[in-house]
């Protein structure tokens, strides 16, 4: 059974492409290398004794896509991370935020009905509900008018997905993400992001590891508990996990409708202190930070009802805060003493 995962020498797409020849997927990873490197192949390879095919290349040409799917028409199953994903760059350079994350998704799915591939599995976020109404929140919950371009494109690509449904057959589900943090238990995999990190947990280990000087914990005046604002932090394995389910679903023909949505998320919430000190028990370590002003943008609180992906996939996220933010940190050392 071959698997086509996009992005997949990414953060969540390498732990996914693991999970997936685990469970013995034969699997084919398209990337353009932007974000990330060619050596994560070899890393793969080490932990599961198989190197999975990469082709380099940008899913926004659309020749080279449909190239590629002519030479890869066996393809069972497409799983589409390939994408950018930093807020605030987004606000920056809309167009190039909207050419790349949605172009590359439309020639997926022209190419996937021309060779008759009919399974895709899209990599949506809980950035799609703003600040929910009610929490936990639903699939149910409405979408919510997004904070940037980067989460308006996930917002489009779901409607993209839910029109082409109609007219094609092609069938999709769209996984809606929490904060995916954490690493491989190997440690031969994990999050690296270039240059200055955006999110918590890889601004916490740069910090710890001593790259960062301190981490700015963006506010403390938020109607929350201690002041400071909740995810529903997910470890990444579990996450690759979800998407073995899911692509199974769709190749065994589980699905109930054509376009099916589901959260995954852990449903429990922390706070940024309640991590920050997580990661101070499991480390050991004394973290430099200090409380700033809050950045725009930030919701107050969000966690998940996973209840329907648990019911629905028969798939739960198993691993603590404690586990997660232990995996980061031995990843973090394990990379730079490389
Ligand atoms: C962000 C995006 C989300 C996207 C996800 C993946 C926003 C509003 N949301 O999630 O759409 O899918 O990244 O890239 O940007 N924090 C600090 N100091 C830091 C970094 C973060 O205090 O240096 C706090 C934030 O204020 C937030 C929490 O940590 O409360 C988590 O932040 P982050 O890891 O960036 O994730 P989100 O903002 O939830």
Known sequence: MKILVTGGTGYIGSHTVVALQQQGFEVVIVDN???SQADIAYQIEKITGQQPLLEVFDLADREKTADFFKRHSDIKGVIHFAAFKAVG??????????RNNLVSLMNILESM??????NIVFSSSCTVYGQPDELPVSEMAPIKKAESPYGNTKQISEEILQDFIKVSNVHAIALRYFNPIGAHESAL???LPLGVPNNLVPFITQTAIGIREQLKVFGDDYPTPDGTPIRDYIHV?????????????MIENKMKQNLEVFNLGTGKGYSVLEVIKAFEKVSGTKLNYKIVARREGDV?????????????????????LDEMVASAWKWEQAYRSR
Do not use: C, M
Request: proline share 2%; glycine share 6%.
């Open 237 to 249: 394995v579990d996450l690759a996990k979800a998407h073995v389910v899911a692509v199974r679903r």
């Open 89 to 98: 760059e987004s606000v920056e350079k809309p167009v190039y935020y909207y």
């Open 113 to 118: 009905q021309e060779n008759n591939v009919q």
């Open 300 to 320: 107050t609180q969000v966690w998940a009802d996973s209840s329907f992906s648990n019911d629905e996939l028969g798939w739960k996220a198993e691993k603590g």
């Open 189 to 191: 995999i994990g999050e």
């Open 33 to 35: 290398l932007s974000n």
